[in-house]
């Protein structure tokens, strides 16, 4: 029998991604050498004292039982000091921190607790492409906004009409941002609080990449902005900053009613995560940083090897200053697919096409610096080659 999905299901987009794990795999299991580049998928390990930590916790026969469904004490305190210690930002852990099975579990669980269908959200193109799978399931409408460089990939809330402010219930933001790597300062951060308070829209922003900035600069959360938790929420995963992409683990943070929300729905869904993950997330939280700090500056010294080696071929681009990522305009003559395309078949580097992350993602590729600095100088050198042949 052939069962039919839900309208639901038939209205989420396909996996971005998908297509391109399954050109490099296939790539691969013919012999050939791929420098994949095309994810957001740290490569490196998760810091020693945390994985100890998970070990420990397995041995504990509490940790085999359901976890309470709000998560553990331990866990939502350490979020709060982490945000105290970091931004100077104050949570209430109990009503101002919601345990996650990962940010991308808690971007689509937030469309599904404020979005009714024929409700407006507002979402950054190009963008983190699970904002559209959460507003998708929820039967919802989408208003783009554009991400441009000549407004150092910020949105221009000025472009919006009043109306369709007055609409939007949902507004997503990400800086350091997934896929352009801008960065955002506290004041356009204050000017989003504004904007949404006078139309009573609720900000989510996803910090995914909040610990990675270069050259000295440390991003802000979104929570330092006067005025934020009483519009939105941000949601920080352990993915990125500690390399636990595999453990599932994030929180939401922010406004109590968005938070209960959250919390409302996953007590339908999930109970919690394991509690030995919980007891692990809450020590990579209040550790030492060391390995964090470390971290940030293997990435900042990985993107001083690639940006060198394109400006050595010519290339005059502006480097970075956040994330993992480098988002490149593609040379003349190429559009984002075909410019990816040729790279992994001719050079055998994997990129994401900028046009997987929306519209305004046409005329760019993303790089994701994930590799050692050796494949990234040769991918540079592969890569600028296209750009010096036009000249
Ligand atoms: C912008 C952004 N948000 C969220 C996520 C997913 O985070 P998590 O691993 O916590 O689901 C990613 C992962 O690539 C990301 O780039």
């Not at 933001?173 to 004041?187: G, K, R, S």
């Not at 139309?199 to 610990?211: E, K, L, M, T």
């Amino acid at each position: 029998m052939q069962f039919e999905p839900s309208m639901k299901l038939k209205r989420l987009p396909d996996q971005f991604f998908a297509g391109l794990v399954q050109q490099v795999k296939q790539m691969k299991d013919e012999g050939i050498d791929v420098i994949n580049l095309g994810q957001g998928n740290p490569d490196l390990p998760a810091p020693a004292a945390v994985v100890e930590a998970l070990q420990e916790a397995a041995e504990k026969p509490e940790h085999h039982k359901y976890s309470p469904f709000r998560g553990r004490k331990e866990l939502k305190q350490a979020v709060a000091d982490f945000y105290s210690r970091e931004y100077g930002v104050t949570l209430d852990p109990e009503s101002e921190v919601a345990v996650l099975f990962g940010a991308k579990t808690g971007l689509v669980e937030i469309s599904e607790c404020f979005l009714n269908e024929g409700d407006t959200a507002l979402l950054p193109d190009p963008g983190y492409p699970d904002y559209w799978s959460g507003t998708a399931l929820a039967g919802a409408e989408t208003v783009n906004m554009p991400l441009r460089e000549e407004n150092h990939f910020l949105p221009d809330y000025n472009e919006l009409n009043e109306e369709t402010l007055d609409k939007a219930k949902l507004m997503f933001l990400n800086y350091p941002n997934n896929p352009t790597a801008a960065t955002a300062d506290i004041t356009f951060f204050e000017e989003t609080v504004n904007t949404a308070a006078r139309h009573q829209i609720c900000v989510v922003h996803d910090f995914a990449y909040g610990a990675i900035g270069y050259d000295g600069f440390r991003p802000p959360s979104f929570l330092q902005a006067e005025g934020a938790k009483e519009v939105g929420v941000e949601m920080y995963t352990l993915s990125k900053t500690y390399n636990m992409a595999g453990w599932r683990v994030a929180a939401a943070v922010g406004n109590p009613s968005v938070i209960e929300a959250l919390n409302m729905i996953q007590d339908h869904l999930h109970v919690s995560l394991f509690g030995g993950i919980q007891e692990a997330a809450a020590r990579a939280l209040t550790m030492d940083q060391e390995p964090v700090w470390n971290l940030v500056r293997t990435y900042e010294s990985r993107r001083n090897i690639f940006v060198e080696a394109l400006r050595e071929q010519g290339w005059e681009g502006e480097a970075p200053s956040g994330t993992f990522f480098v988002w490149l305009p593609v040379p003349q003559g190429y559009t984002s697919n075909t410019f990816a395309d040729i790279l992994l078949k001719n050079e055998h580097v994997a990129v994401a096409s900028g046009r997987g992350f929306g519209e305004q993602g046409e005329g760019y590729i993303r790089v994701g610096l994930l590799n050692d600095e050796k494949h990234l100088r040769e991918a540079a050198i592969r890569i600028a080659r296209y750009f010096k042949s036009r000249e």
